[in-house]
């Protein structure tokens, strides 16, 4: 017989489906963004039996492409409002608090419409979940099976190879659960296996392609920071840079495309007109390098205000609400509702991470529920904006519903407490 405690799971999953149904655009679903047809490339090698490069995108998305239509994230979203709902039931063991905050959390709209787009964004927030349930539960339980282990192992390759940025997350994490945790021998053999799979996926790459790396967009998106920052503007030091530097910025100087989030793209095919580089990667790494070098003062003195406002950048929607939707007073009030939650995001942190302390000198399990969610959130924001130019809600995405519930849970744990 189906058990009491899981009613509100089927209760949440249902209620979910229907929500992110509702709100989504049929019309103008599934959208298509610029970089949408890279993954489908993908996805279309692989359908063809023809090894992919996964050069430029990591792996994860394109399969999970071959077997799901896009608006199938409809379905993994709602699974993951149970991931949710189970996370939020860790710290507040009370059902019916931990099932309304997780529908505050998860009504979002600001993540919701990313279900509709050709991107790993539509994905990313299941997985995040997914990828926390499995860790958190490989600290909490007493013993864990071969099963479980395997399942975990899972988790941690989707994440690993769901976006470049990602590689390390499940060894950050590890190596922090080391710290607090007798199970150092278990999870030592965790971060090996892990090991292992991003050793294979290099070499695989190396052999498709002859470039050892994780992905080129990497190279991209750091060379766009660097144009979004000014590096290239007016920088007498310049006499001294490699000649294909110094011919990048003649190039760039005399630019006047497009600029985000399609500049840097369209800088590159400039560039290959110009036959500038013939191997993008390398080029940009060594472009990146020296800029880097050379701004590095400018770079640390800046990056904390660049994090904080990372934290609280405006939401961005690819795909808007249903037109019957959008001036229903339901709707105007949840979108003042999340535009208030997005701009107290970073005072939410910061909150939660008081809480953690004081989780962790009162000798709480919590501080390990707690602590996962706050590592994870700051790696995504903190990563989206010393490795990207795209500061925007987009590379947050995949952690804004973490971040909705930072900002919910500290006056939530008082009042209920």
């Known amino acids: 017989m189906f058990s009491f405690k899981y009613w509100p799971y089927l209760l949440l999953f249902i209620v979910s489906l229907i929500i992110n149904f509702v709100f989504q655009n049929h019309q103008t679903a599934p959208v298509n963004f610029p970089d949408s047809i890279t993954y489908l490339n993908i996805t279309q090698d692989i359908k063809n039996l023809k090894l992919p490069d996964f050069t430029s995108r990591t792996p994860t998305y394109p399969i999970f492409l071959i077997f799901f239509t896009p608006l199938f994230s409809l379905i993994t979203a709602s699974f993951g409002t149970l991931l949710l709902f189970w996370l939020i039931k860790q710290l507040f063991t009370n059902t019916?608090?931990?099932?309304?905050l997780t529908l505050l959390v998860s009504l979002?709209?600001?993540?919701?419409?990313?279900?509709?787009?050709?991107?790993?964004?539509?994905?990313?927030?299941?997985?995040?979940?997914?990828?926390?349930?499995?860790n958190i539960k490989l600290i909490l339980n007493k013993k864990n099976t071969k099963t479980f282990i395997a399942l975990l192992l899972f988790s941690d390759v989707l994440i690993m190879f769901l976006k470049p940025t990602f590689i390390v997350l499940?060894?950050?994490l590890n190596l922090i659960y080391i710290l607090f945790t007798s199970k150092k021998i278990l999870i030592m053999k965790i971060i090996s296996i892990n090991l292992i799979f991003t050793l294979l996926f290099l070499t695989y790459n190396y052999h498709q392609s002859g470039k050892f790396q994780i992905s080129s967009v990497g190279s991209i998106n750091s060379f766009g920071l660097a144009l979004k920052n000014d590096y290239f503007k007016n920088q007498p030091y310049y006499t001294d840079a490699p000649s294909s530097v110094k011919e990048t910025i003649k190039i760039f100087e005399s630019y006047n495309g497009p600029t985000f989030p399609n500049g840097p793209y369209e800088m590159l095919k400039v560039l290959k007109q110009n036959n500038v580089?013939?191997?993008?990667?390398?080029?940009?790494?060594e472009v990146n390098r020296y800029i880097y070098i050379k701004n590095k003062r400018h770079f640390i003195i800046t990056l904390p205000a660049k994090i904080i406002s990372n934290f609280n950048v405006k939401r961005q929607f690819y795909s808007n609400y249903p037109s019957k939707l959008i001036n229903h007073p339901v709707?105007?009030?949840?979108?003042?509702?999340?535009?208030?939650?997005?701009?107290?995001?970073?005072?939410?942190?910061?909150?939660?991470?008081?809480?953690?302390?004081?989780?962790?000198?009162?000798?709480?399990?919590k501080f390990i529920i707690l602590g996962s969610i706050?590592?994870?959130?700051?790696?995504?924001?903190?990563?989206?904006?010393?490795?990207?130019?795209?500061?925007?809600?987009?590379?947050?995405?995949?952690?804004?519903?973490?971040?909705?519930?930072?900002?919910?849970?500290?006056?939530?744990y008082v009042i209920f407490h």
């Open 96 to 100: 019916f608090i931990s099932f309304i």
């Open 108 to 134: 979002d709209y600001g993540v919701i419409n990313f279900q509709a787009t050709i991107l790993t964004e539509s994905i990313a927030p299941f997985l995040i979940l997914f990828f926390l349930f499995t």
């Open 170 to 172: 499940p060894l950050a």
């Open 277 to 285: 580089y013939q191997n993008e990667s390398v080029y940009l790494s």
């Open 331 to 365: 709707i105007i009030f949840l979108e003042k509702f999340y535009n208030n939650i997005n701009n107290l995001k970073f005072v939410g942190f910061v909150l939660c991470f008081i809480l953690f302390i004081y989780f962790f000198i009162t000798k709480n399990k």
């Open 374 to 412: 706050l590592l994870v959130s700051f790696y995504t924001v903190f990563l989206s904006t010393t490795f990207s130019y795209a500061e925007y809600s987009r590379l947050r995405e995949p952690v804004d519903l973490l971040l909705n519930l930072l900002v919910l849970l500290p006056l939530t």
